[in-house]
């Protein structure tokens, strides 16, 4: 089993609509979670970090948490074309390196 | 967060040669990462850099296939060595600039080896 799942996509959605991005890890003692948007060609950039069970909502974004079933996900509402772009989770454990998921390529359509 | 500079930004390369990237960060931080990204797939950790201190290199990745210096807190480069093919790749320099356990990238570097 991968440590840090995702679906590969891509995932579309219409203009306006709301993306559903999912993630799962396998080390149950992982402490900190992430989300990054990497556009085509360019580097990852952080757009969430969660670290309790729950929602955090950051504007059009909201990262959801559930320990319990090692699953994190991210939510994009009103989702734009400029929101097309591979979404990568990554998993933290203290004393131990990020683990990258493979990345879910999302597309919003006009 | 941190902003974060790496040198060169693309280079194709030949065969059997070397290639030394660099990584500058504005500020002073305590651990450096670099990572490779293979085309179409995730990030991959090659090493994590220390100030004064010999890299940790992870499973798979060997000091003399890919040397790392840390001269300062705010520097490091990775160098590709005896490149093949196989290395075509996006090399990456991260950053966790406030021990926060938030990690920060550099624009990356885009290796094409012939």
């Known amino acids: 089993q991968k440590e840090v799942e995702q679906n590969s996509g891509p995932l579309s959605v219409p203009e306006g609509a709301i993306a559903s991005l999912n993630c799962t890890y396998s080390?149950?003692?992982?402490?900190?979670f992430f989300w990054y948007r990497q556009y085509s060609g360019k580097s990852p950039e952080l757009i969430m970090s969660i670290y309790s069970n729950g929602d955090k909502e950051d504007g059009r974004f909201t990262a959801q948490l559930n320990k319990a079933s090692q699953y994190v996900s991210l939510l994009i509402r009103d989702s734009q074309p400029s929101d097309s772009a591979t979404y990568l989770c990554?998993?933290?454990?203290?004393?131990?390196?990020?683990?990258f998921g493979p990345g879910t390529r999302l597309s919003v359509l006009p | 967060s941190a902003v974060i500079s790496q040198k060169p930004s693309r280079d194709i390369c030949q065969r059997g040669t070397s290639l030394t990237i660099q990584c500058q960060v504005d500020s002073q931080v305590t651990m450096m990462f670099w990572y490779r990204q293979q085309p179409g797939q995730s990030l991959t950790l090659i090493a994590t850099?220390?100030?004064?201190?010999?890299?940790?290199?992870e499973s798979g990745f060997v000091i003399d296939k890919f040397p790392i210096s840390r001269p300062n807190l705010t520097f490091s480069t990775l160098t590709v060595s005896n490149m093949s093919p196989e290395d075509s790749s996006i090399y990456l320099c991260?950053?966790?600039?406030?021990?926060?356990?938030?990690?920060?990238f550099g624009p990356g570097t885009r290796l094409t080896v012939l």
């Open positions: 990554a998993v933290k454990k203290d004393g131990q390196n990020f683990v």
């Open positions: 850099a220390n100030q004064g201190s010999e890299a940790t290199y």
């Open positions: 080390d149950r003692g992982s402490q900190s």
């Open positions: 991260s950053v966790d600039p406030d021990s926060y356990n938030e990690q920060f």
